[in-house]
């Protein structure tokens, strides 16, 4: 582990490799630039950050990382729990354990398989195409704007169409329901708050108290909906994963016919972490790719060929093209590629896994770490950026994802891991790709990005303001800083605005 001090534990190493980043940086920049000022040290090692938070053990190797989450799967950490509860109530996929969470974990799954997305294509490409409104308002304006404001957007009303059959319509207009979610959120907090004022604020409870309300009346209202829709034999069914989900619900049970109060309340937990882990992951995925696609030109030129190449150069023929023929999204070797690489570069998650008595973790080089007591943060930015497994690691390389094994490129087993593996691997991570592909398709087609880091810096210059000298580093949620300011303008032949609307009907 790294040098202790005996009063101090870890802290003052943590803080002074904190001091020379920018304050809002994510706190998984952490272990990779321990490492780095301790090249000795290994990928797995100890850190001690009593009285702010729990010990932890971190795992940055992909053999040990396959130990404790596929060979044997630890659970998630009470810290992760804690965090969660005043959202979700415990009874979330994400934290749940043992057979409640495989109960329902099997529930859901029928939902997010790519066979029963691929019918919701449709719906995905209407929000997509508001999205694509609002960027056409940002290039006859001339304004700068974040990207991150709109990605979230739109990935909340991708969720809720796709989980609810709710048009949540938060691209166009305030939704209470949604607005309650963003303040909840932002009142979360995880037990290793250094501030005592954030980790123990007297509102606190109040407000989740007051947010959780006005989430869970709307949520109710919704889910009566669809079993009225269902009950009613003029009513189409509806494709959302909820509905699905409650089909396979009463079907475990001949004496069940309608909503009960346990799936709505499991049902509830599940909408509010699907809407929050769901639009801030896929929302900062779709920035960076923007982010790297705007300073590497010819790979831009190739996602755009591979594009054109599948569905045709005609924005609006590519529209009518993916409603009905989605299965073309699975034609997209390099626009996988490039996803591939941005997750590796900037994952927008980890796992936080509770240690186990008599459960240790071996390395390759034989060193055994024991977990009992620890919080086992299983990290995958400081692996998926590590020499050891990735040559030149620090490049934008989506190459390295379409050469054959025998290429140095070629990646190692299990050492990319956004989605982690195993029996907790993320249940989304199809919609995820599936969201991302689309969204690239009939954003590139229309529109030239350009990341303008520069204006920002002018107005506003604070040092540091770079990770290992990136600009667009991770913040607290592993979004990128600043929130990815840009500004657009049409690419060459891209439709007019009067356009989008013709193309959502």
């Known amino acids: 582990m790294p040098p202790y001090n005996p009063i101090f534990g870890h802290l003052l190493v943590a803080g002074k490799i904190m001091a020379k980043l920018p304050t809002d940086s994510h706190n998984q920049y952490l272990p990779g630039l321990i490492r780095r000022a301790y090249p000795d040290l290994g990928p797995n090692f100890y850190m001690d950050t009593w009285p702010f938070g729990s010990p932890i053990l971190f795992i940055c190797e992909p053999s040990a990382l396959h130990q404790i989450t596929q060979k044997h799967s630890l659970p998630k950490h009470p810290d992760l729990r804690n965090f969660l509860y005043p959202l979700a109530n415990g009874l979330d996929i994400v934290t749940m354990e043992g057979p409640m969470w495989k109960k329902w974990r099997n529930i859901y799954n ?3 398989s790519l066979a029963h997305l691929m019918t919701l294509t449709p719906v995905i490409v209407r929000e997509t195409l ?13 304004e700068r704007f974040q990207m991150k404001t709109l990605t979230d957007k739109l990935a909340i009303d991708i969720i809720g169409t796709v989980i609810l059959d709710t048009e949540l319509n938060t691209q166009r207009s305030q939704n209470v329901m949604v607005d309650s979610l963003k303040r909840q959120i932002r009142w979360l907090v995880f037990g290793s708050k250094i501030n005592p004022w954030e980790r123990w604020h007297p509102f ?7 947010s959780r309300r006005q989430i869970n009346n709307y949520l109710y209202k919704e889910l009566d909906r669809h079993m009225l829709e269902q009950q009613d034999p003029n009513t189409a069914t509806s494709k959302s994963i909820v509905s699905l989900a409650l089909q396979t619900y009463l079907a475990e049970d001949d004496t069940k016919s309608a909503i009960d109060s346990t799936f709505r309340t499991f049902a509830i937990s599940q909408i509010k972490l699907f809407l929050f882990s769901g639009h801030d992951t896929t929302g900062s995925t779709m920035c960076y790719i923007f982010y790297l696609l705007s300073t590497n ?11 054109s190449e599948t569905f045709g150069s005609d924005p609006l023929a590519t529209t009518q093209k993916l409603k009905e023929e989605p299965y073309l999204l699975n034609q997209l070797p390099y626009t996988v590629a490039v996803i591939k690489e941005t997750m590796r570069l900037f994952p927008a998650a980890s796992s936080l896994r509770g240690g186990e008595p008599g459960f240790n973790v071996s390395d390759t080089e034989g060193r055994v770490f024991p977990t009992d007591g620890f919080l086992v943060w299983a990290v995958s930015q400081p692996l998926h950026r590590d020499p050891s497994y990735w040559l030149q690691p620090e490049r ?3 190459d390295r994802w379409l050469v054959g094994p025998d290429d140095p490129l070629y990646p190692v087993k299990g050492a990319w891991r956004p989605f982690e593996y195993g029996p907790r691997s993320c249940i989304a991570q199809e919609l995820a790709m599936m969201e991302i592909k689309i969204t ?20 506003n210059p604070r040092n540091p303001n ?3 000298g990136e600009r667009a580093y991770q913040r607290t949620l592993a979004e990128p800083s600043d929130g990815l300011p840009c500004r657009v303008k049409l690419a060459t032949a891209a439709p007019m605005a009067s356009s989008y609307s013709s193309s959502l009907s």
């Open 297 to 307: 030109l010819e790979i831009l030129k190739r996602v755009r060929n591979e594009h």
């Open 130 to 142: 508001i999205f694509c409104e609002n960027l056409q308002h940002y290039v006859e304006r001339k």
């Open 466 to 468: 770079t990770v290992a």
């Open 440 to 459: 690239m398709v009939l954003v590139l087609q229309r529109f030239d990005i350009e990341i303008v880091y520069g204006e920002v810096d002018k107005l």
């Open 110 to 112: 029928p939902g997010f």
């Open 396 to 398: 934008f390389l989506p």
């Open 204 to 210: 606190r409870p109040l407000v989740h108290w007051y």
